[in-house]
C-alpha cells in the first residue's frame, strides 16, 4: 500500500526524539532504541483513535461461514507479533542488554511468564479474540480443553438432519409437523442456566434424544455444558470461546496496536517482584497503564463495513442472528445477504456462499511502522510532536525516579491531543460512533461480564 504522508522519514523522526533527549550523538538512547519507542508511539496512536483505516480484499470460500478477519492472507490486520518481539522493548524499558533478556536481575522464563500471565489476563477479560472451534456431540456433559476461559456462542450441527416436528427439542420431532428434511438443521443453542430449566422444564434431565436447545453452564464445573436433550442425530457441537495463549503458539492473539498493553503488565510484574529490580512506582505506574489499556481494549473497534461482490452488506451481531433466526446456518448456501460478526476476529457469512466471492472488509488497520531509516513515518504534521512527546515520555522510563516522573505531562499532552483527534473523527459523519462500535455489538447483545468492573 502506498504511504498516506511522507513528509517525514523514520531518520528524521529519530534525530528530532534524539533531540530532544539531548543525545544527538544516541549514547544513551541508540537509535534502534529510538525507533522502538517511535513505532509504540505510532500504535498507541492507533489504539486510541483508530487513525489507520482501510480495505482488503478477500475470497469467500463455497459452503463456509466463518471467516477469520486476521488469518486472511490479505488482511490489514494480521497478528504477527511475538513474545520475543517484545523483549527488546522491554530490555529497553529495564536497562537490560538487547541481547537479552538474560541478565542479573531477569531470566528469560521470568519475562515468558510474566507476558503469558499478562496476556492471558487481557483475553480473558476482554473476549476479543474468539476461536471456533468443533467438539463431538456426545451424550452427557462435555468437558472442554483446560485452555478455554468462556464459551460464547454454542451451536448444534448434526450428522444427519431430523425429519418432521413443529419446533425444536421434545416436541419438535413428530409426524405432524414441518419437515426439515434436506435442510441442514445445524442451530444455535440457547444459555440458560438450572433454575430456568427447573422451573420451565422440569423434567429436562429425563428428555429422550433429540434436537438441544439449550445448554448450561452456570452450575456445572468450570469448562464444561450440559444440554436439555442429547444430541440424537450425532455430529459436533460448534463453539466460539475465548482461548488462552500458550508457549506454543506462533504470536500472540491480541491486536498488534495493543501488544503495549501487555507490555505494560509484564513490567509491572517484573518491577514488584522481591528482587533487587524491585521499583514500586514504576510497577504501580505500570499496573495502572494495563488497566487504562484492558478497559479501552474491551470497547475498541476492528471491522467497520463490508461488501460481498462489492455490494455493501449489513452487518449484525451473531446473537442477533440466534435470537431470531436460529436456524441461519441450517439455510441452503446462496447469495450471502447478511454478515454477522463476534469478537473483533471473527464474522459469518449467511447464508454460507453456494460459488465463490469477493469479499471487502473495511477495518481498523494495523499502524504502518517504519523499519528503515527512509522509510516514511505515516502521521500528518499536526500530530508529530504529539507523538514525539509520548516517545520522549517511553525513553525515559528507564530513568525512573524523578526524572521519568516530570515527563508525566507529556504523557497527559499525548492523550488529550487522542481525545480531540477522536472527537473530529466523530464528526466527519452522522454515525460514526455506530460505525466504530460494530464489533462491540455481539459482547453488548451477549456480555460475558458486566463492563462495570472493567471501570
Not at 266 to 277: G, R
Not at 363 to 371: R, W
Not at 391 to 407: C, D, I, N, R, Y
Not at 414 to 439: D, P, Q, W
Amino acid at each position: 500500500m502506498p504511504p498516506t504522508y511522507s513528509t517525514y522519514e523514520l531518520e528524521d523522526v529519530q534525530n528530532a526524539l534524539a533531540l530532544r533527549l539531548y543525545d544527538t550523538a544516541n549514547q544513551f538512547w541508540p537509535l534502534a532504541e529510538l525507533t522502538l519507542y517511535i513505532c509504540e508511539a505510532l500504535q498507541t496512536w492507533n489504539a486510541l483513535t483508530s487513525f489507520w483505516r482501510g480495505d482488503f480484499v478477500f475470497p469467500g470460500v463455497p459452503a463456509t461461514t466463518w471467516y477469520d478477519l486476521t488469518a486472511q492472507a490479505t488482511s490489514l490486520r494480521p497478528m504477527t507479533a511475538t513474545l520475543p518481539s517484545l523483549y527488546p522493548i522491554i530490555n529497553a524499558h529495564l536497562l537490560e542488554p538487547s541481547t537479552g533478556p538474560v541478565s542479573a536481575q531477569f531470566t528469560t522464563t521470568e519475562y515468558i511468564n510474566a507476558l503469558l500471565m499478562r496476556i492471558n489476563e487481557m483475553l480473558g477479560e476482554t473476549g476479543v479474540t474468539l476461536t471456533r472451534s468443533l467438539v463431538p456431540a456426545t451424550n452427557g456433559r462435555i468437558q472442554l480443553a483446560d485452555g478455554t476461559f468462556d464459551v460464547v456462542r454454542l451451536a448444534y450441527l448434526p450428522a444427519s438432519p431430523p425429519s418432521g416436528g413443529y419446533g425444536l427439542g421434545y416436541y419438535g420431532v413428530g409426524a405432524y409437523g414441518l419437515t426439515m428434511t434436506g435442510a441442514s438443521a445445524n442451530y444455535a443453542l440457547w444459555r440458560d442456566d438450572t433454575w430456568a430449566e427447573m422451573s420451565f422444564e422440569a423434567g429436562y434431565v429425563q428428555n429422550p434424544p433429540g434436537q438441544p436447545t439449550v445448554y448450561l453452564m452456570s452450575t456445572q464445573p468450570p469448562i464444561s455444558f450440559d444440554t436439555d436433550a442429547a444430541p440424537a442425530y450425532g455430529g459436533q457441537y460448534e463453539l466460539l470461546t475465548t482461548n488462552q495463549m500458550t508457549l506454543q503458539a506462533p504470536t500472540i492473539p491480541l491486536p498488534n496496536d495493543w501488544i503495549h498493553v501487555a507490555k505494560w503488565g509484564a513490567l509491572a510484574y517484573l518491577l514488584a517482584t522481591e528482587s533487587n529490580a524491585k521499583d514500586l512506582p514504576r510497577a504501580r505506574y505500570c499496573e495502572q497503564r494495563f488497566k487504562l489499556g484492558k478497559r479501552m481494549l474491551h470497547d475498541a473497534p476492528a471491522l467497520l463495513a463490508m461488501r460481498v461482490n462489492n455490494v455493501p452488506v449489513s452487518i449484525d451481531p451473531v446473537m442477533a442472528a440466534d435470537q431470531y433466526n436460529a436456524s441461519w446456518q441450517g439455510k441452503p448456501f446462496g447469495p450471502t445477504t447478511n454478515i454477522y460478526q463476534a469478537g473483533l476476529n471473527l464474522l459469518a457469512l449467511a447464508p454460507a456462499p453456494l460459488t465463490a466471492n469477493s469479499l471487502t472488509a473495511t477495518v481498523v488497520q494495523n499502524a504502518p511502522l517504519p523499519v528503515n531509516p527512509s522509510d516514511p513515518v505515516q502521521v500528518s504534521e499536526d500530530i508529530l510532536d504529539t507523538l514525539l512527546d509520548y516517545a520522549q515520555h517511553l525513553a525515559a522510563f528507564k530513568m525512573g525516579g524523578a526524572e521519568f516522573a516530570s515527563t508525566m505531562p507529556l504523557l497527559e499532552t499525548f492523550l488529550r491531543e487522542a481525545a480531540i483527534s477522536n472527537s473530529k473523527l466523530a464528526e466527519m459523519g452522522e454515525y460514526t460512533e455506530f460505525l466504530l462500535g460494530i464489533s462491540q455489538l455481539n459482547e453488548r447483545r451477549n456480555p460475558r461480564l458486566n463492563p462495570e468492573v472493567l471501570a
